[in-house]
């Protein structure tokens, strides 16, 4: 039920295709605005983990995604006044090209578009623009952009890999004639480089220092080639929201007797979403982190594993060298404990991956490959699981370069709802290459917290020779 309006100055910074330097661009205004002393909040538009990382060191507070496909258009506002919550202002960085959304046929085209998402949330849209090998022919694409949908308003424009000063004044002629107001101009700079991988940027976590230097200096070049006053003053035009911010205790009933909940973290296990913490927290988990390239053994009277999305190819020798921590996963699984895996987290439960002993909780071999399998996919449950009753519909989203053989095991987890079926249920085992954002699905939070207190009440019920 919305309870009032939320008046919160935001942008949203788009471009007319990938790879004009919106990540660099946005973490250096995020950085520079932080800096100013202001409190911003940063948002990243579509699944991706990894922008969301760089954007949470610029910004001091977690990146937090906006993705009608993952969470339902409904939620976007709730869930973006939740993440901006105490801040002053919010950046929400966009996905892909600016009307470039789900092509799933389930859906309209641009549906999880950043043009979609900057009209749900009515904000201006400041257009980042790749000027490397363009001149006057930038004000017929900013026209284009700008006129293209009039729902979507495009409040200015920032130049990006401008050559020169002879460059940029070329630039600027040509848009004072658009009539779009040229917010910045950021100048070519390649020791800026972000390095990437098969997966695309490197996640920040991985590169601690480099990175933290990374971002800071990104903030310095966008606070010397950006008019930081203008920006904010074109956020501060955005109207309120009449929406009230998402709150994950409302979400979900609470669990008894506050099962402790071992979530997968470090560098090999980045990729994971803010609100699926918080929602296992809502529902009476007590959440601890594990780092299986460091601890040696599960926190104690862990009651249930939740291990996300990430890299564990890129680690493989330590991971498979912590042998105490396999074994305590193995254990764990076992005895019929709760286990929610996703991608990376299926790789890690897997036999081996790329020759390399894994925890072996699953029959599965799996192996990097050079296919990149990426998009968005709407799945139903075909079983009862720990996490999903049979028969549940979830959307989310597929991203690996990795196979696993057999692809599904005798219980699927999911059944794709146009394809074969897809990952694994065995005992108190969810494991699958789909990642969610359970916001979009609050109950899938409510039921894993209480089958793990369901069976930390039975372990506690069982006479003391059963443990023997």
């Known amino acids: 039920m919305v309870t009032g309006v939320r008046r919160i100055p935001r942008i949203v910074l788009a471009a007319p295709s990938s790879n004009a330097g919106k990540t660099s661009i946005a973490t250096g205004l995020l950085a520079a605005l932080t800096a100013r002393g202001l409190a911003v909040s940063p948002h990243k538009v579509g699944p991706d983990y990894i922008d969301p990382g760089y954007h949470g060191l610029a910004a001091g507070r977690p990146g937090r995604n906006l993705d009608p496909w993952l969470v339902g258009e409904e939620r976007i506002a709730p869930l973006f006044l939740h993440g901006a919550r105490g801040a002053e202002l919010a950046v929400v960085e966009g996905v892909m090209g600016l009307f470039d959304g789900a092509t799933h046929p389930s859906v309209e085209p641009g549906f999880a578009s950043t043009a979609h998402v900057a009209r749900t949330l009515r904000a201006p849209v400041v257009l980042v623009v790749d000027a490397a090998a363009q001149a006057r022919s930038v004000a017929a694409l900013v026209h284009g952009f700008s006129t293209f949908d009039p729902s979507v308003r495009i409040g200015g424009v920032i130049l990006n890999r401008v050559g020169s ?23 070519r700079l390649d020791r ?64 008894p007797g506050r099962p402790r909940i071992a979530v997968a973290a470090g560098p090999a296990f980045t990729f994971g979403y803010a609100e699926n913490a918080e929602l296992l927290a809502a529902a009476g988990a007590e ?13 104690e009277g862990t009651a249930g594993l939740v291990i996300g999305g990430g890299f564990p190819e890129v680690y493989a020798a330590e991971l498979s060298a912590n042998e105490s921590l396999r074994a305590d996963v193995a254990a764990l699984a076992a005895r019929g404990a709760p286990v929610a895996a996703e991608c990376a987290g299926l790789l890690y439960l897997a036999r081996e991956l790329d020759g390399v002993p894994m925890c072996g909780v699953l029959d599965v071999t799996t192996r990097m490959t050079p296919r990149l399998t990426l998009g968005y996919r709407a799945a139903v449950a075909p079983v009862d699981s720990v996490l999903a009753p049979a028969g549940m519909r979830v959307r989310g989203h597929e991203f690996h370069r990795t196979s696993a053989d057999p692809a599904a095991g005798h219980q699927p987890a999911w059944q794709w709802t146009a394809g074969a079926p897809e990952g694994f249920v065995r005992g108190g085992v969810h494991a699958s290459y789909l990642h969610l954002n359970w916001a979009g699905n609050p109950e899938l939070a409510e039921r894993f917290v209480g089958s793990c207190a369901a069976g930390l009440r039975t372990e506690r019920s069982e006479p003391l020779h059963a443990h023997r």
């Open 192 to 255: 800026l480089h972000t390095p990437s991988r098969h997966l695309g940027l490197v996640p920040a976590a991985e590169r601690s220092t480099e990175a933290l230097t990374t971002v800071r200096r990104l903030g310095e070049v966008v606070a010397a080639g950006v008019d930081l006053d203008a920006v904010l003053a074109l956020a501060r035009s955005a109207p309120p929201l009449e929406a009230a911010p998402w709150d994950p205790v409302a979400e979900v009933r609470t669990a």
């Open 287 to 299: 959440v601890v982190p594990v780092d299986p390239l460091r601890d040696e053994a599960l926190p």
């Open 165 to 187: 000063d002879r460059h940029e004044e070329i630039l600027r002629e040509a848009l004072d004639a658009a009539g779009v107001p040229v917010l910045g101009a950021v100048r």
